[in-house]
Every structure is written in C-alpha cells, then in structure tokens.
C-alpha cells in the first residue's frame, strides 16, 4: 500500500509540475521547440508513441526533459541516514545521522553543466557522463521508484501536445520564477497559448 500512495502522489504532483515547467520553458525559447517538434515528426511519422522503442528514438527530446529536471531542480533535495561512521573531508558523519543531499546545487555545477543558469540542453548533452551531478531522481537503491514511469508519461504528453499545437508563454515578458521546496513548483499560475499546427 506505501509503494502505491507513494507512486499516486509522486506521479500526480511531480509530474504535473514538470509537465508545466517543460512546456513553459519550450515556449520561452520556440527555437528549442521547433527542433522538438521536427524530431518528433520526423521520427514518428504522425503515428505517435507505439513501443518503448520509439521513446528512445527521440533523444533531443529527452535531451530536453532533461534540461528541464535540471534547469528547474523539480527535486531540490533527498535524505538519506548514515548507515555507518563515514569520514567526508576530515568531518565525521555518525551512524544514524540524518544526511541532506542538497540535488540543486549539484544540478548547477558548472563543472558538469556548461551553461548552469540558462536554459540549455547542451547542459545535458551526453548525461551519462555527468556522473552524479545529473540525478535529479536521485540515485542508488533509494533513487525515485517511478522515475521511468514518470518518464514515459511526460514523453507521451510531449508528443502529443507537440505533434498537433505549437506552445505560446501569454506573457513573455515577466518570467515566471521557481518556487523552492519540496517540490519546485512555479511562484504563480502559468498560462501559455496552444496553437493548431498548419
């Protein structure tokens, strides 16, 4: 029963939010969507998603999810007890102590990510070799149990907003800014603008 709550509630909020930040941030920046789009519709043919196979065909999308879980830090932390006595620069952490791992500032670690402060999926361009730096789910035994779910549910969404609207910000003008906590959530309603594709 906590696995399924666990997966209701992380799947609900988690992936709701991050759908917004995705399509607020293609809509900020067309240049980014025009070329998600043209993957889609060059890879999928109009068909849409049909196999796992086909999500992994779309790499700059992804690329570009990816961007997004980094770029807003969607999950700014995990919590992890020490197991054991540790010793981490000459500062002993005991067995039993609560241990914040701050994901945020790893997300922005200019040695991993090029262009920290921008949205840029160059940032996440071979992500594998971010090592640690990109785990936005978390890592190890205790990373997120729904991080492929939730994958392949924001991909789906993606392609099929993408293939048939082109996403519009209202206002352009004043960005709307994260608001930090448990989970990232923007600091007031955003409102974009679907447009039919010709």
Not at 44 to 49: A, F
Not at 85 to 102: F, T
Not at 112 to 135: I, R, T, Y
Request: with cysteine; proline share 5%; hydrophobic share 40%.
């Amino acid at each position: 029963v906590h696995q399924a709550i666990t997966f209701m509630i992380g799947g609900f909020h988690t992936s709701g939010t991050m759908m917004t930040w995705f399509f607020y941030n293609l809509g900020l920046h067309p240049e980014i969507q025009e070329r998600v789009q043209f993957e889609i519709k060059e890879t999928l043919k109009g068909e849409g998603i049909k196999a796992m196979q086909d999500m992994e065909k779309l790499t700059y999308t992804k690329q570009v999810l990816n961007e997004t879980l980094r770029h807003v830090k969607l999950a700014p932390f995990s919590e992890r007890q020490a197991d054991k006595d540790v010793e981490v620069d000459g500062y002993v952490i005991k067995k039993g102590s609560q241990i914040l791992n701050s994901l945020c500032l790893t997300l922005d670690d200019k040695n991993a990510f090029p262009n920290p402060n921008n949205f840029d999926p160059a940032n996440v361009d071979g992500e594998k070799s971010k090592g640690l730096a990109f785990s936005p789910f978390g890592f190890g035994v205790r990373k997120c149990p729904g991080y492929r779910f939730a994958t392949v549910e924001i991909l789906v969404a993606a392609v099929e907003v993408l293939s048939h609207y082109k996403v519009d910000v209202v206002d352009k003008e004043n960005i709307v800014e994260p608001l930090y906590g448990f989970v990232t959530k923007p600091e007031r309603e955003v409102w974009i603008h679907l447009q039919p594709l010709e």
